[in-house]
């Protein structure tokens, strides 16, 4: 299948599959591709690239220096995509590179040399996932045909912040199909539109999702850095798999004006990138207050323009962390091993570990979690479209999911819609059962979640293993069939807290994070202590692409 729309040729979907629980967006909402991946036998030989693991600061240098320009870069990113994304292990991460790329990047250049760089992401090149609005010539899909050929009337608020601090949209990234709110036997980083994406730590893994794309991309240098949503896990978790620093950020901290929504009570945008520096830089560029998202009021007063401040080597020395261990640990064995160390490594580094520090509400919101996403998917969804405008191939929920029965060969062929036959049947935002869940969500993971054990036991953050090495795509079985540790995401999400996951170690080659996470709007203190964790221990490595885990050892 290779069919175009409005001149954009829609990518071969190729597939795989994962095997993490939906758990409704728990890490990663799950779903499938249109044709199996065939893995090579012998690993990939690795591409030789001079902007692998290539900072910031380091492309910032290059340009000041004259080594390189915004479009040197843009050009040996597109490059390194044809490579790696469509070519040898064909990650298939990069959903569509932007048209008018290099077009910005000579803008940009010419804006250098006359009044020099607009701040630290003049020139810098960055992919969005594929449910970020761009008014360009690029789709914006959340990875279905159904989407394919709409229209955003503006970029999103994100991305006008981006474009504003001079960064170059690169393209857009392949993502879980509708963020992962679809099906419970999806393969995370799959979409009908983009098909399988692939771990570039071993290309028979599953990079998770939702923001799988984003993972892989910024895994293997696609880009500088990637902007991935969360709901619950969409970040952290494709972030864990892919052994990049991913950053979930406080509710409104960004606004979600022009991204596909799941539910407004917990979707965020965040940036997911190679080291902590990095990931600040971007999230500071993003933060902002947009009157069309009233969730972001307090942004202004309590985001931070800059938050490079944090960004302190000693940070972690008389921080005081709680363990979080009741159902966080005895999921995966090397988990557990990875997460042991990093805390040893932290108290080296002289924090105070209080251990445990449990949540004791944790697990008593799952249900109600699923209630609120299902009610205000609807809705939110609903008013999206509606955005569009009538142009719009598909004008509600309901017409999505008669789309995905028209065109099962496409959009169907390893697993149903179930999520969203289930949500189109809900009621409106009114309904007693919606806002009896959201105010129990909201007291359970907040008053008694969270803050409950920060103020008992005075706390800087709270710390736990983000989860479980990757596991192997299967797109007979999906996501479900092979459990895997479920991390602090789920309660980080339903409170609209920030969470942070920065590599912490591998097991068979496959990558593992650890979280810090906290109070609301407690990002300065999150990115002090997951910078001080990463000077530290600077576990963070390029991917080989291998075929396989490491299983031999």
């Not at 989407?147 to 001079?166: H, M, N, S, T």
């Not at 160390?341 to 004791?360: L, R, S």
Request: charged letters at 20%.
């Amino acid at each position: 299948m290779n069919p175009e729309y409005n001149g954009h040729r829609l990518l071969r979907t190729h597939s795989c599959v994962s095997s993490v629980s939906l758990r409704v967006l728990r890490g990663s909402i799950l779903i499938v591709a249109l044709f199996v991946v065939v893995v090579p036998a012998q690993t990939p030989t690795r591409p030789v690239f001079d902007l692998e693991e290539a900072t910031v600061a380091d492309l910032q240098q290059r340009m000041q220096s004259g080594r390189d320009t915004a479009r040197s870069l843009a050009e040996k990113y597109l490059a390194r995509i044809e490579a790696v994304d469509r070519q040898g292990p064909a990650l298939h991460s990069v959903i569509e590179t932007n048209p008018e790329a290099l077009t910005i990047a000579d803008q940009l250049d010419a804006e250098r040399r006359a009044r020099g760089p607009r701040g630290p992401l003049h020139g810098i090149p960055i992919l969005i996932k594929d449910n970020i609005a761009t008014a360009d010539r690029m789709m914006t899909t959340a990875g279905s045909l159904a989407l394919a050929g709409a229209k955003p009337p503006k970029d999103a608020f994100i991305v006008e912040r981006l474009r504003e601090a001079g960064a170059v949209i690169l393209g857009k990234t392949n993502l879980s199909e509708w963020a992962n709110f679809r099906s419970t036997h999806s393969s995370s980083g799959w979409s009908g539109r983009g098909g399988q994406t692939k771990n570039p730590y071993a290309l028979d893994r599953n990079p998770s999702g939702s923001s799988s794309g984003s993972g892989a991309a910024a895994a293997a240098s696609l880009s500088a850095v990637a902007i991935g949503t969360e709901t619950d896990g969409s970040i952290v978790s494709p972030s864990n798999n892919n052994a990049l620093v991913g950053i979930k950020p406080t509710l409104g901290l960004l606004s979600r004006t022009g991204i596909v929504p799941i539910a407004h009570s917990q979707d965020t945008a965040g940036p997911m990138a190679r080291t902590v520096a990095d990931a600040a830089a971007v999230l500071a560029a993003m933060a902002g207050s947009d009157p069309s998202d009233p969730a972001t009021k307090d942004s202004a007063t309590k985001g931070r323009r800059d938050y490079s401040a944090s960004l302190d080597a000693a940070g972690l020395k008389g921080a005081r962390l709680g363990v979080v261990r009741n159902r966080l640990f005895g999921y995966s064995p090397a988990a557990d091993a990875i997460a042991e160390a990093a805390i040893a490594d932290m108290k080296k580094q002289g924090a105070v570990i209080v251990d445990p520090a449990n949540i004791p509400t944790l697990g008593k919101f799952d249900d109600s979690e699923n209630d609120v996403l299902q009610f205000e998917f609807k809705a939110d969804l609903n008013k999206y479209l509606a955005w569009l405008g009538p142009a719009s191939p598909v004008h509600s929920l309901k017409e999505v999911i008669a789309f995905n029965d028209a065109h099962k060969a496409q959009e169907l062929p390893y697993f149903g819609q179930e999520i969203l036959e289930q949500s189109e049947k809900r009621g409106p935002l009114t309904s007693a059962r919606y806002r009896v869940a959201l105010t129990k969500d909201h007291r359970l993971s907040r008053a008694l979640g969270i803050d409950a054990v920060m103020t008992q036991f005075k706390l800087d953050a709270l710390v736990a293993p983000t989860g479980g090495p990757a596991w192997v795509i299967d797109l007979v079985n999906g996501d479900g069939g092979t459990a895997t540790a479920p991390g602090p995401s789920t309660v980080t999400s339903v409170a609209g807290y920030p969470h942070i996951t920065v590599p912490a170690g591998y097991f068979r080659g496959l990558p593992v994070g650890m979280s810090f996470f906290g109070r609301a709007w407690s990002e300065p203190t999150l990115i002090k202590l997951a910078y001080a964790y990463e000077q530290a221990t600077r576990h963070r490595r390029p991917p080989t692409f291998a075929a396989t885990a490491e299983l031999s050892r």
